[in-house]
C-alpha cells in the first residue's frame, strides 16, 4: 500500500523519498535503472514468498520456541513423557534446529553424515555411530555439516520416565547427580 501511495512521475516512482513524509527528495530524479531493479527484487520476492508459503510448519520451524527460548512442543504424554524423533537436517528449511530448551533429556545418535551439535557454548562434531546426552534445562541446537546430510535420531524423554523425583535411592544416587549437574 505505501508504494502504491507514493508520489509518481507518468507511473514511474522517484528515485528518493522521505521515509517520514512519503514526499519525493529534491533533486526529483527516476532512473530506469533503478525502476528495473526494483521491479526485479519484487518478483524475487514474489518468488521467496510462493516458495516459502508452501514450506510446512515442521519444515520451516522444526521446532517452536517462546521468547525465552524453550521449546513449545510436548513430547509424548504424561503417562508415557518420551519420544523419538528421526531427524534429517537438510530436509529442515534452514538445514537446523534452531537454540531452544526443555525440562527433559535428550539423547542424540547421529546415523549419517556429521552433526555439529551446539551445547551452551561448545560445538561437538558427531559422526555415524557417535551421540550425546542433552541434560535438561540446557539450550542447545543442531545444525548440519557442509557437504553431509546429517541424518540423526534424537530421544526426548522426562527423567520421571525412568526415576520418579524424590528419595528413592536410585534417583538420588544415580539421576539426581546428572540432572542436578547440567
Known amino acids: 500500500n505505501t508504494v502504491c501511495s507514493l508520489q509518481k512521475w507518468n507511473g514511474h516512482l522517484y528515485n528518493w ?15 530506469t535503472v533503478d525502476s528495473g531493479n526494483f521491479i526485479g527484487y519484487i518478483y524475487v520476492l514474489k518468488q521467496f514468498y510462493n516458495e516459502i ?7 520451516r520451524d522444526a521446532v517452536p520456541v517462546g521468547q525465552n527460548l524453550q521449546e513449545m512442543k510436548v513430547h509424548g504424554d504424561i503417562d508415557f513423557p518420551l519420544i523419538l524423533y528421526p531427524v534429517t537436517l537438510s530436509e529442515l528449511y534452514f538445514r537446523l534446529i534452531r537454540w531452544h530448551w526443555h525440562p527433559e533429556i535428550e539423547l542424540i545418535y547421529v546415523v549419517e553424515g556429521k552433526v555439529d551439535a551446539l551445547i551452551d557454548e561448545e560445538s561437538f562434531i558427531l559422526e555415524p555411530g557417535q551421540g550425546i546426552m542433552v541434560n535438561q534445562n540446557v539450550l542447545h541446537a543442531f545444525r548440519r555439516v557442509e557437504g553431509y546430510e ?18 528413592a535411592s536410585l534417583s538420588v544416587k544415580y539421576l539426581n547427580p546428572i540432572v542436578n549437574n547440567p
Open 150 to 167: 546429517s541424518v540423526f535420531i534424537s530421544i526426548v524423554f522426562h527423567p520421571r520416565l525412568i526415576f520418579e523425583y524424590g528419595t
Open 17 to 31: 523519498y522521505n521515509i517520514n513524509t512519503l514526499q519525493p527528495l529534491i533533486p526529483r530524479y527516476i532512473s
Open 53 to 59: 508459503k508452501e514450506i510446512t510448519d515442521l519444515e
